[in-house]
Nanobody, 122 residues
Framework: QVQLVESGGGFVQAGGSLRLSCAAS?????IGWFRQAPEKEREFVAS????????YYSDSVKGRFTISRDNAKNTVYLQMNTLKPEDTAVYYC??????????????????WGKGTLVTVSS
């Protein structure tokens, strides 16, 4: 059983930055971030393998967001820069204990956090 706890969400103006954290309780092969905006389906944001050597991003955040991990703390971070109003969503941390390609699909993930709200004002 893996437990995930997100933190770092909040309110920020467009162009600003936030850093999300995901603390994991167990060993995983990869951790990813997904988000769900109001009245929209949940979508992939970024993922990172256990080694930290492979990262994957959606086109909508590439160049603005950076995913990283501190294995000593068993924590994954999502640094979000140049935020836009369309980045407003609940951000979920998810973990996989199985091998996958890019961990960019919900079905790739086995455990989910409760989410943290990010609101970007224009």
């Amino acid at each position: 059983q893996v437990q995930l706890v997100e933190s770092g969400g909040g309110f920020v103006q467009a162009g600003g930055s936030l850093r999300l954290s995901c603390a994991a309780s167990g060993r995983t092969l990869a951790i990813g971030w997904f988000r769900q905006a109001p009245e929209k389906e949940r979508e992939f944001v970024a993922s990172i393998r256990q080694s930290g050597l492979k990262t994957y991003y959606s086109d909508s955040v590439k160049g603005r967001f950076t995913i990283s991990r501190d294995n000593a703390k068993n924590t994954v971070y999502l640094q979000m820069n140049t935020l836009k109003p369309e980045d407003t969503a609940v951000y979920y941390c998810a973990a996989s204990i199985y091998l996958s390609d890019t961990y960019s699909h919900e079905n790739d993930m086995n455990y989910w956090g409760k989410g943290t709200l990010v609101t970007v004002s224009s």
